[in-house]
Structures are given as C-alpha cells and as structure tokens.
C-alpha cells in the first residue's frame, strides 16, 4: 500500500475483479489466489480458458492457477526484483515501452531507466535461478499486450523489502503505460474482508481515515473541531513495535478488537513475553480465542451475521452488511462497546445506529462522502465518491494518477534479510488453505473446513525428503533463529528444492514461532514470507490437531 | 461506430427490436420482457440447450429452433407463443414430470421454483399413476457440504456447466438417456466444496446438508433471507444469509448480482455455520485470580474504563495501544481509531493489514 500511495497516490487496487478479466495478459505475482481469493481465482482461470487471457505466474510454489497460465517463474522467496526488473530491461531494449504514457504522465523515467541497466535477463537468471528465456518471454508478453493486468498479494508485501517489490511493479506498468483502462493497472488482492475498510477508516497509525495523515496541520485541525478534543500528532506504532514497545515497558495496555495476534503475529514467543508484561489486556471478540484467553477483561461482540454496518472490498466496493440475527446471549455491537466505554470515560458517544456512525464517516472522509447507506442498496459503491452525484469509480487513474504524475523508482534488488546458511538451511515460506482461513477461529470451528485441511504440515519437496531421509507423515523438528515447533512432513511436487512451506492458521505448531519480525522500512510488514529454517527428525509425536475443546459446526 | 455497423432488426411477435449480431434470440427477447419459458438456460453459462422449452417459432424455418441457442439474423421474424410452441412445451413438462415428482409442499422452493410455475402456467399435472421408475432419494456427492437428491433431478446440465465453465472443475457429468438421464459425479477429487452446483439447480435436487441438521419440524418453515457480504477473504462476496428461528441455515446467491455474481468458495458457502456455535462468547469475562470469570456489562465496562483512564493519567496515553479489526465493519473501525485518538489521545492503532 505504501509503495503504489508513492508512485500513484493512491494505495489500492486500480481495477476492478470485472474487468481484470478482460486482460490479454495478466501477471499474476506472489498471489495464491484460487486459494487465498477463490472467486477471483475462479474468474483468472476462465479468462485463460475462455477468452484466451494469458497467465503469468511468478511465485516460488506451483499454485493452482499455473495449471492455466502460459508460464510459471519460480524465484526463490524474496528474489521478486530481480525478476520484475529484468522484465522492465528486456521491455526497454526491445522498445515496447509506451513512449507517450511516459512522456505524458509519468516522472523519474531518465533514473530509472539508467538503474535498469543491469538487470539484463542472464544476470536476473544468476541472482534467481529462473530461466533467461523464460524472462524474455515474460517481458515480450506483458510488453506486446494492449490490456496488461498485474494482481499481486502477500507474497509481494511481506518481505523486509515488501515497499520496494511493489514499487518495481507499478514501474512495469507504468513503462507499458498499463494504468488507468480497463484490464490493466497494478492490483493489490487485500486479504480480509474488510481489510481495505479497516485502513480506509483510520485504522492505521500514521493516517486518519481517507488517508487524511497524522502530523499534517489542516488534518489535525480538521479532525480536532469535528471530534472536539485536541489530538496528537505524533504518529503511533504498528502492530509489531507495540509488541517491542511492550518488552522495553513502554507500552501498558492493548485493546484488542477481533484480531488473534498470538497467532498471527511474527516471532510469536516474543510476542507471548511481550504480552505477559502488560498492566491490561482487553480483547473484545466472538469466540475466546489464543489472544483473549490471555485477556484481563473480555468482551462478548457480534459477528457479521448480527450486524448493520459496510464492509470495502478489495476492490474498494462499500457494500452493505445486514443483520440477519440476534446476536447471543449478552453479546453486544462492537461500535456500541467502545461508544459505551468512551462515554464512561468522560467522552460521549450516542450514535443511534451504525447508519448514524457512517454519516459521521461521510462527513470527515472524501473518498465516501457521496455514500450513503441508501445508495449502496444491492451492489455497493466503489470508492473514491465524492459527491452524491458521483457514480463510484470502478478503474483508478484514468484521467492521470491520483498524485498527479506518476512516479518512477529505480529499485536495487537485495537480498532477503535471512537467507540460507550452513546452520539454517532451508527457506521457509507461508500462506493460507483454502479451506481454513487467518486464525482458524472461525473455519476451525465449522466442521466441514476443519476436516477438510486438520493441521498445518511442513510441506517439501521430494528432492529435500529424500536428502533428510523423511517420507508423508514422519515428524520433523523445524527450528529458525527465534524458535522451533515439531509438525508432519507432507510431500509435494509443487515446491522446488531448498524451499519448505506451513500455513499460519493453527496455533498448534504455529509457524510464527519461527517467523522473522524484521520490518520493511516503509510500510513496516515483517518479513513472514522468508525464515531461514533448519529441519530435523523428531522422535516425539506430532502436535494434535487441536478440534479438541472447540465445538464442531 | 463499430457497434452502430454491427446492429440489424429483428421482429419478435411482430415487435420491430434492435439488436446486435452476437445476440440469440433468447438474449433479445429478455432484454425486451417477452417471456419465453427456459428451465436449464442462465446467463452466465453457454447456452446448455438441454430443457427445450425455449423453442420458438422462426419464419422459413420448418421446425422450431431453440432461443437460447440460435443467433439473431437481419430481419428475422420470430413467434414466440402459438398454439404448437404451447403444445410442445406442455409435452416437454410432462415428460419432466414423469420422474420429478411434484411433492412441491415439501420443496424449499415452493412458491418460486420455475418448474412448478410453469407446470400450472401450463396446465400440466403430475402423471396419476406416480411417477416412472422413480430414482434414489438421497446419493453420494462429492462433498458431505452437499446432499443430492437424485428423485428431483431433470438433467437440465445447470451443474455440470457451472462446475465446468465457472469453477473450472467438471466434477459432474449427465449420464443416463430420455428418462434414465440425470446428473451423476465423475470427478470426486476435483470438487472443493465450492457449491456453484447447488446455486444454480432449478429444482433442489443439491441442498446445503446443513440445512438437513434442522430439527424436522423446522423443515417446513421459510428461512427469512438478508443480503449480506461474506465475513472471510477481500473478494467481498455478496449473498442471502437464511435464517430459520434464530439460526443461519444456509446462504443463497443472486446470479446477477455483487462482485461474485452468484460464486462463492467453500468458506462463503458453507463457513456461516460458526455462527450457531454453541463457543460464542455470551457474556463478558474478568480476570479474578488468575481466572476468567463471568461478569456483567457494567463491571467489565467499568473495569475497562478505569483502568485505562489511570494508565492514561500515569504512564501518558502513548503507553495505552490498539488493535482494530479488518473483520469489523467500517462503522466499527471508525468508531475504534476516534476512540483511540479522541479519547485515548494516542495515534496507537493498528490492525492486522500487514499480517
């Protein structure tokens, strides 16, 4: 998000899932999408097989979609760079780059193009281990394209140099002038449902909502006389220096509203110590989950199935959510809590309604100011609307990019910040089931999901089985620098060498032990997605699956 | 200018319409409101041309041709309701009828399957002996989300399509001929539960098998539907939550609809089912020696308040930090960051955007 708010001003995805399907070529780069995303999966696929889109799949594992694409890159996990720039080198030799796009909308081209110098295909090829030819052929496709669409998702962000791989991707698209039309521009998938929601509202340190940032002048101002208090201006922690900040005593209390950070989070022993030495622990939630268990007061909330409210899309649709039930027992609306706490604080809130709430949010957020529930109706509306007579916008930068010229920025390709050595062997990377989703909290409980993917293995390939001497099943002790946990071997060709794989859902033999917390400067992801790691056989048994004590659905 | 070259007239009922040349007739027809009766026709699959019951008259043409599968042509004049159309569609029906019993009181679709709507539309009734060489009530599918019900079965090829052209899986085939022929799996392994199957049957020969957890008495009851957005990944799924008595039963989808147009995945579909359960937090909790036991509204609310009122006022508000929710809604979220800035006064809020 970071990144494309540099070069284009505006930090979500450009396009629209209708008309991604219309691409001729589509690059589709660190996405596990028919997993992680499977309706868009569902939508990639049937372009290729019914419209003729072209697919390029640049990921380290063989995911679902590459049975349907033309061809499959295989980096090693935080080799992305080398790649993408060695594209943008073989599109600026072979000149199908978009002169007038250039000339016309963009900046920074003359230092880009001088940084691309060395990043011919052969040297991308020595960095990453993939095919020259195969790079070419990757640069003549996205190049030659009239619609060139690129979808990125986790395995672009969560790297020390996550701000960097994104931004070596909207200067692909702008080289190729890929931006503001139909089946093209630069396509962050977001991963919850209402993750693009979340960081649109505020949620994040350093911006009020409608990226309105913390610091500026006008915007303390303005937030200062709509809400009647004055505020700070320091710009607050991430999720991950909350956690540092906890170890050095800084940090006292945590308000948690339905997340599971002891599951979730990187270097997860860390954080468990971190936590224990808070004076107050609140986690307001549905079900108790790791983190509430911790918890010194816990408060029952209402799930999406209890609830009025909106819920943004990846696609920044604001859509309407609907109450369909009652919520159980004592448990309450979760803006209803905080206005309740707040107001015993000294600090009224009566909202009536969560109606009421969004016309405050129309009133202090541009990008919604032309929503309203009653709009929304059936299908929602694509922000930015800025009045109610905007018709939402589907594609991003038509008229020219948000910030008003695109930016070029040379980037230097880097090294992971863990990479292989003689004590930690393996690259371990992570990601998600289909059939489980984030902390298993919800999936978990739904006896059907839960059956159909029970425990986290450590998937391998047969080469790196064969060298440790273990087959499906044996159990492993898998250590990194912060951690181990013991997990099953589970053997797949869908891996190359050298790179294992575990999803992040279970607590039990929780990958995040072991995940390294180093930070991309920027947008401050930890890198998840490279832990050097090294693998060993166990004696013991593996961690149960732990349905135990969790009521099946 | 390309689109004004590509555009003819045709005349349906003898109603002069413009359409362009990759247009059927079925497609023009709708656009227009002329009814023309379909059972296995949808939108967003290629004409399946199973059903019959599209069948229109063309002049110069001898015999009738199916809207769904034929293009327009300049000048074409079509029938779409005469005495021999009605006569075909009535035996068509029938023969339907010969196995799909018409037990529609113990149907969730009464009321709106298009079937039962169009056997009185018709005038067409159940055959008096029963229907023939009846089928299966129940068989294996492949997935246990889902029941199949093989004696409702019409082999209109909705599923098989869907599964093929939107879910890329062909787990389905239509085996069997004339009144043997239904919907059989062939493909088990691929499926992934996804229950495009089950959202496009006419006739609820696949059913959610949640639904089948139901005490019996509550079979019989309309589930209430809201239109809602899914809870789990960014793609932002729109469907019907139903609800019978206080519990989510299933969801449903609208094919002309939302970003998923009638898709959803195995967790859309199906992963509702959390809500019912019997873990859900009812009520607050506060850690009394070391335990988590059971409080009131107030005294957790004071607690909170307290407590984060005295940290605030001895350590600064810098020192208090907040986790909001990317599985809250927009209100929620927005009413967490104002209240970590306005009251809190701290920029402390996050969520987990980057994890």
Redesign the interface.
Known sequence: MAGLAATLGSGAMTNSVEDLSEAEVMLVIGSNNTETHPVIGMRLRNAARYRGAKIIVVDPRRTGLVDDSVLWLSPPPGYDIAIVNAMAHVILEEGLHNEDYIEEKTEGFEEFKKALVPYTPEYAEELTGVPAKDILKAARLYGSANKAAILYCMGITQHSKGTDNVKSLSNLALLCGQMGKRGSGVNPLRGQNNVQGACDMGGLPNVFTGYQKVGLPEVQGKFEKHWGVELSDKVGLTVVEMSNQMMEGNVKALYVMGENPLVTDPDLTHVEEAFEKLDLLVVQDIFLTETARAADVVLPATSFAEKDGTFSNTERRVQLVRKALDPPGSARLDWEILADISTRMGYEMSYSSGQDVFEEIREVTPQYAGITYKRLGREGLQWPCPDEKHPGTPILHTKGVTRGSALFVPIEFRPPAEVPDAEYPFVLTTGRDYYQYHSATMTGRVKLLRDACPESYLEMSPEDADKLGVSDMSVVKVSSRRGHVIARIKITPNLSAGIVFKKFHFYEGAVNRLTNPVLDPTSKIPELKVTAVRIEKHDGPAPEPESQGMCLM | MLMEKNKMDIFINGKEIKVSEDETILSAARREKIHIPTLCYMEKLLPIGSCRLCVVEVEGCEKPVAACKTPVVPEMKVSTDTQRLRDMRREILSFILMTHPLECDQCELKGVCTLELLAKEYGVEAPASGVTSPRPRTAEFS???IIYKPYRCIACGRCVSACQ????RAVLALKGEGIGAAMEVVNADKC???GECLSVCPVAALADAGMNELDHSDKGKRP?K?????????????FD?N?VD???VGVTT?HN????KG??????R??????????????????KNGK?VEAT?DE??????K???S?KKD?G???????????????????????????I???????????
Not at chain 2, 165 to 168: A, K, S, Y
Not at chain 2, 257 to 260: D, K, M, P, S, V
Not at chain 2, 325 to 343: G, H, I, L, P
Request: net charge positive; proline share 4%; with cysteine.
């Open positions: 997935t246990p989300a052209e939107v879910v890329g992934i539960s996804c209430k809201t239109q809602t957005v899914c809870t789990y990944c960014g793609v932002g799924c729109t939550l609800v206080g519990k989510a609208n609809i939302g970003t998923n898709s959803l995945c195995v967790k859309g199906f992963g509702y089912r959390f809500v019912n359960s019997p873990d859900r937090l009812t009520t607050p909790l506060i850690r988590l509204w957790a609310l004071d607690l909170v308040a407590k984060l009122t940290i350590s508000p810098d020192s208090i930090t907040g986790l909001t929710s990317a599985k809250c809604t927009n209100e929620d979220n927005y009413v967490f960051q104002k209240f970590m800035r306005a009251v006064g701290t920029n402390n809020v996050d969520h987990c955007a980057r994890l």
